[in-house]
């Protein structure tokens, strides 16, 4: 079955204090994986596209990393505006192409 | 502001009722996408349409429906209402229909009585 599981579901940090969140999935056929940023009640923001093991992909203080079952999104320093929900989405080749997404980490950043 | 729209910005009706949610995605994409987002389910994908033709479907309803028309833009219906229906409705759209990048307009909240 095909799923996206995101851990911690919440993270508090100071501001400067940089940490990792994980995104572990189980796909058949992994077309692509996705981090977005969703403020409260908003549409999530597209952050960083992955296509394959190895890769990696950087903006400002955001590094994104992925293996063969898990996506890591660093982050560096923050700030409290990079307090928000990340969000994992998968694009699954084996099932339609349909999209799944994890139910995010909520980051907060202490001043 | 992503450039894809969504009207109603919010919409309250009652269970049993039918409604419409309307998307125009961003100058150029050809590709929408809907997604369902709940507190306790997170954002669920529901079907997206490419240049007019279903592309990708996920886990809709049959009480729910979608259309993309000539001009690109896109309606979601849903009838026969629960309570349970109750959510954010996003939509979604990126230039082709794979491996895309998907900019979300601002979603549509749908309160169901």
């Known amino acids: 079955e095909d799923q996206v599981t995101q851990s911690p579901e919440a993270l508090r940090l100071q501001e400067g204090e940089s940490s990792s969140l994980n995104c572990s999935y189980t796909?058949?056929?992994?077309?692509?994986l996705f981090w977005y940023r969703q403020d409260p009640g908003k549409g999530p923001e597209f952050l960083f596209t992955l296509y394959s093991a190895g890769e990696e992909k950087e903006k400002e203080r955001l590094k994104a990393t992925l293996t063969k079952k898990e996506s890591f999104l660093h982050i560096t320093a923050p700030k409290p505006e990079d307090s928000a929900t990340y969000l994992c989405?998968?694009?699954?080749?084996?099932?339609?192409?349909?999209?799944?997404f994890g139910t995010g980490t909520s980051l907060t950043v202490i001043p | 502001d992503s450039g894809v729209t969504q009207t109603p910005k919010h919409l309250i009706t009652a269970t049993g009722q039918r409604v419409t949610l309307r998307c125009s995605p961003r100058?150029?994409?050809?590709?929408v996408y809907w997604y369902q987002q709940s507190l306790d389910q997170g954002l669920q994908f529901l079907i997206q349409y490419y240049n007019g033709e279903e592309r990708a479907k996920g886990n809709i309803l049959e009480r729910f429906s979608a259309q993309q028309f000539p001009d690109l833009h896109s309606e979601l219906n849903l009838s026969s209402l629960e309570l349970g229906d109750s959510a954010l409705y996003f939509c979604?759209?990126?230039?082709?229909?794979?491996?895309?990048?998907?900019?979300f307009g601002p979603g549509t909240r749908l309160l169901v009585l």
């Open positions: 989405a998968v694009q699954a080749g084996g099932t339609g192409n349909q999209f799944y």
């Open positions: 100058s150029g994409d050809l590709s």
């Open positions: 796909v058949s056929g992994l077309r692509g």
């Open positions: 979604a759209s990126s230039p082709g229909h794979n491996q895309e990048t998907q900019y």
